[in-house]
């Protein structure tokens, strides 16, 4: 179908899964493009196996041509990683969609890695468990990528991020071996942590095919509130306050006023509270009903105005303000997502910082900044310079390591970060992965462009 690709590796791994499973041409065309728009490549071919035997056939076939691979779920990280911008085949682990019956004595489930976010969320919660990972790309982004990237979302202050629910993992390695290790031990010290290793790791180490999860039992109650504050600072202490008050905190959402109105403009949605310079979206849970507690805490706070949801279709309104965000960046043009942490004590005056940065760089450029503030991690989204213009993007990220930071909270370093993994690893820490990569993928198969790149590029 479509333009001339090679077809020698398209007919091959079509003997491998089938010719149905493996596309080309238009067909392949959305797994070339990333979620942003920002990263877009050329694949000979996209391959979906269907078992974890035919992505073993799949890599080792690769692995002894040196056909270099980009592992793909869901196809909503935002640094480059998933996309084929070197050429790459493209591997598709979407059609590993089983899931596995809900061990309620060990509040467990098994999962394949193109089960989406969504389908584990509801799985567990028809058994009255949760999976306490959540992110709002939930209906698309897959297990698989969750671990690969160590997702962490808007449950991590509370639960940690995907790295924390991982009780096993299976995974092929480049040359087509299957690490199998599903079986939930919650203490099995028996060397090293392949699990905690492959997350995290971008498909750069192993093809993720299955995960042991952790599960937590859904919480009776839970309510939502959303705050609007004078100042950042404001907001931010009033974050702390309401962890420091308020029994069972789960999720502490932090906006500015431009954020808030351009969700109102661009969804003709109704401003939910006064307006205000920052707000903040907060929510607690627990077995018995925390709304006094939230509502007296958050009252302390002195807020612009506030309002509290208890019934789930009043929350998911609330929660429109923060979730349709990153949706109406993207209708400002091609966004520059930067993803990152800082210590608590420099997150206050990081935001105009920030700004200021950014205006000094290119002052027709837009800083959006969101996060999740209690871990943190703010998400600098910058619209306006042209895709591969990336000065803004060494202004955010030199700002951030001289404030001691991190350069990527949650997102990884793809392919959009990989020039400054050097203000993140010193060089030896950069010597050792070197080391893993050489050791699990020899001939360098595996996403060789992300986080490390070739040897001599980074
Ligand atoms: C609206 C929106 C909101 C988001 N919110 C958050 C958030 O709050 N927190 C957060 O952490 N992220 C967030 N993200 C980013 C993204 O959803 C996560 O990075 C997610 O984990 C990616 O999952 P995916 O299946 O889409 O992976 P993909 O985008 O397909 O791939 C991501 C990376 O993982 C690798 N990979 C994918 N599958 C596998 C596999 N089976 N084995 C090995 N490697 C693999 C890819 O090669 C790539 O490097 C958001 C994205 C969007 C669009």
């Known amino acids: ?39 877009v490549g050329h694949t000979p071919c996209v391959v979906r196996p269907g078992t974890v035997d035919e992505v073993a056939a799949v890599l080792a076939w690769c692995n002894d041509r040196g056909v270099a691979v980009v592992p793909q779920g869901g196809n909503t990280g935002l640094v480059g990683g998933g996309v084929p911008l070197d050429g790459e085949v493209v591997l598709s682990l979407t059609r590993l969609d089983s899931l596995g019956t809900l061990d309620h004595d060990a509040r467990q489930v098994t999962s394949g890695a193109g089960v989406t976010l969504g389908r584990l969320q509801d799985h567990a919660r028809a058994g009255g468990l949760r999976f ?7 209906d698309s982004a897959t297990v698989g990528g969750m671990a690969a990237t160590n997702a962490g979302g808007l449950q991590a ?19 087509g071996g299957v690490v199998d290790h599903l079986g939930g031990l919650v203490k099995d010290n028996t060397g090293y942590d392949l699990a905690g290793l492959v997350c995290g790791s971008e498909g750069t180490l192993a093809v993720v095919t299955a995960a042991r999860l952790h599960l937590e039992p859904e919480p009776a109650h839970r309510v939502t509130a959303l705050a609007g504050f004078s100042s950042v600072g404001a907001a931010i202490a009033a974050a702390r306050r309401v962890r420091d008050e308020a029994p069972g905190l789960e999720a502490a959402e932090l906006f500015l006023a431009d954020g808030l109105e351009l969700v109102v403009d661009t969804y003709a949605l109704p401003r939910p509270v006064a307006t205000a310079a920052a ?18 805490s958050l009252a302390a706070t002195d807020p612009v105005d506030a309002a509290v949801a208890v019934g789930s279709q009043r929350r998911a309104e609330l929660w429109r303000y923060r979730e349709l965000l990153t ?86 370093i793809g392919r959009a970060k990989r020039r400054w993994l050097h203000l993140a690893r010193g060089p030896v820490e950069v010597r050792a992965f070197r080391a893993l990569k050489t050791a699990l993928d020899p001939h360098g198969i595996l996403n060789p462009g992300v986080l490390l790149g070739a040897a001599s590029s980074s």
Not at 132 to 138: F, I, P, Q, S, Y
Not at 405 to 411: K, Q, T
């Open 132 to 138: 306490a990972v959540d992110l709002a790309a939930r």
């Open 157 to 175: 202050m509370a639960f940690g991020p995907m790295r924390a629910q991982l009780r096993g993992i299976q995974a092929v390695l480049a040359d």
């Open 327 to 412: 949706d109406a960046i993207g209708h400002q043009g091609v966004p520059h997502k930067l993803d990152v942490s800082l210590p608590a004590v420099a997150l206050e005056r990081f935001v105009p910082d920030v700004e200021a940065a950014v205006s000094a760089v290119d002052d027709t450029a837009r800083c959006w900044i969101f996060g999740h503030v209690l871990d943190g991690n703010l998400h600098v989204n910058v619209t306006g310079p042209a895709p591969h213009d990336d000065r803004v993007d060494a202004a955010v990220l030199e700002l951030v390591a001289e404030r001691g930071g991190s350069i990527s909270a949650e997102h990884g």
């Open 1 to 39: 179908v479509g333009r001339a690709v090679p077809r020698s590796i398209a007919a091959a791994l079509a003997d491998l899964v089938g010719a149905r499973q493996v596309l080309v041409g238009e067909m392949a065309a959305g797994h070339e493009r990333d979620w942003t728009g920002r990263f």
């Open 279 to 296: 707000y903040l979206l907060v929510e607690v849970a627990g077995a018995a009903d925390p709304a006094e507690a939230l509502a007296a």
